[in-house]
Each structure stands twice: as C-alpha cells, then as structure tokens.
C-alpha cells in the first residue's frame, strides 16, 4: 500500500528566504510522484511532477523536487519565496496500477512573512 | 483550454437527503477521479471512472455512488446525508488515470 508522510503542518519563512517542504513516501513499486498547490476556497493545482524520468524535476512559479530513492523522498524547494506562495502544499503519490487514485500527504501549510 | 468545471460551487442539505454533484473534465480526458476533503481526514478517494466504467474504489460506504457519460462528464451522488458528510468535495481528470491529474475548484457541501 502506498502512503505519503508530510514533516511539518506548518512552515513559515521570510520573503526571499529558501523553501523547503519534505514529503516522504512509501510504495510497493516505482511511484509517480506529484506536489499541488491550494489556495483558499480553490481547487488543487500540479506544481511539477515526477515519473521516473529525470530525478530533478522543475515546475511552475520557480518550484523545483528531487526524487531520492534511497531516501524514499521527494522535498520540494524554492529558493527563494514570495507572498504570493502563502498556500497549503501537498505532495502525493500514484501506483501506475491503482487507476486514477492519488494518495496525499496531510498538507503544509506555508506562510511567508514580509 | 477550458479546465475542470465543477457544479454547484456550493451546496447546503440537510441530514437524511441526497445530492448530486457534477464534474466536467479537460477535453480530451477520459479519466475522471472524485475526492473528498475534510479538515480531520484531509484528501480522500472516492472512486475513478473512465470510459463510463468504475476503475478504482476507496473506503467509502455505498451511500456514495457516481457515474460516467459517454462524454466524460461525470456525476457523484450522495444518499440518505449525514452531519460527517460535509467536505469539499473535488473532481479531477486525466488523460487515462495514469497521468498527472487535473483539479477543478470543487463543491463545498454543507450538511445542516
């Protein structure tokens, strides 16, 4: 069975300053992996992807994750954040064999101070 | 390209009624996957469908159903509501369930 364990419900950084949020992930075969966004009162948005390709995997608004097999992880980073990241972050995993179902992490909540 | 559309944005019944919420995938994906959100229980999967059949199911009682039209559109229903069945509950599509998923902005269901 596949899980996803999110370390830190809440992260808060200075405008500017690197971000880093850590997802890691337990599956019984190769995962696919995924980092959404949500802002309040929307619906989740794809930030980047991994799936088996490159290991380093580059998304929107400057977000980036490394898929560490031996570390089972998939953290995401920015180098360096800006108000408009404030939003809740999940990182989720997929077995290719278990059709149209994502499995999430509980969230990180990200706050970005002036 | 028109993303997921999601209807009604917002719902409120009472215990012991039904509901029925529709989803509009990504044109072009056959795939189309419901959840459920909650601030307890965070993100759940109900089921997946695609090409009008139920692919995947979570651990959801009965009470929770849905379907898929030959188009793609898909609708969830919900029987016989309880006060535990308020969450937002969110759509998404992909090309064949396999790819990255496509989120719409999802119907927020208030059980009074």
């Known amino acids: 069975a596949q899980s996803v364990t999110q370390l830190g419900s809440h992260v808060s950084v200075s405008e500017g300053a690197l971000v880093l949020l850590r997802c890691n992930y337990s599956?019984?075969?190769?995962?696919?992996l995924f980092w959404y966004v949500q802002y309040p009162n929307q619906g989740l948005q794809l930030l980047l992807k991994?799936?088996?390709?490159?290991?380093l995997v580059k998304g929107i608004n400057g977000f980036e994750a490394e898929f560490k097999k031996s570390e089972t992880s998939f953290h995401l980073t920015k180098p360096s954040a800006h108000m408009s990241d404030a939003a809740e972050y999940f990182c989720?995993?997929?077995?290719?064999?278990?059709?149209?179902?994502?499995?999430f992490g509980q969230g990180t909540i990200l706050t970005v101070h002036p | 390209k028109a993303g997921v559309t999601q209807t009604p944005r917002y719902l409120i019944k009472t215990r012991g009624q039904q509901v029925t919420l529709s989803c509009s995938p990504i044109?072009?994906?056959?795939?189309v996957s419901w959840y459920q959100q909650t601030p307890g229980q965070g993100l759940q999967f109900l089921f997946e469908y695609f090409s009008e059949t139920q692919r995947n199911k979570g651990n959801f009682p009965g009470r929770f159903s849905g379907r898929q039209f030959s188009n793609s559109r898909s609708e969830m229903n919900v029987s016989t509501l309880e006060l535990g069945d308020s969450a937002l509950y969110l759509c998404?599509?992909?090309?064949?369930?396999?790819?990255?998923?496509?989120f719409g902005d999802g119907t927020r269901l208030s059980i009074l």
């Open positions: 998404a599509s992909s090309l064949d369930g396999n790819q990255a998923q496509h």
């Open positions: 991994y799936t088996s390709a490159a290991t």
């Open positions: 044109s072009g994906h056959r795939s």
């Open positions: 989720a995993v997929s077995e290719g064999t278990s059709y149209g179902k994502l499995t």
């Open positions: 599956s019984s075969v190769p995962p696919y």
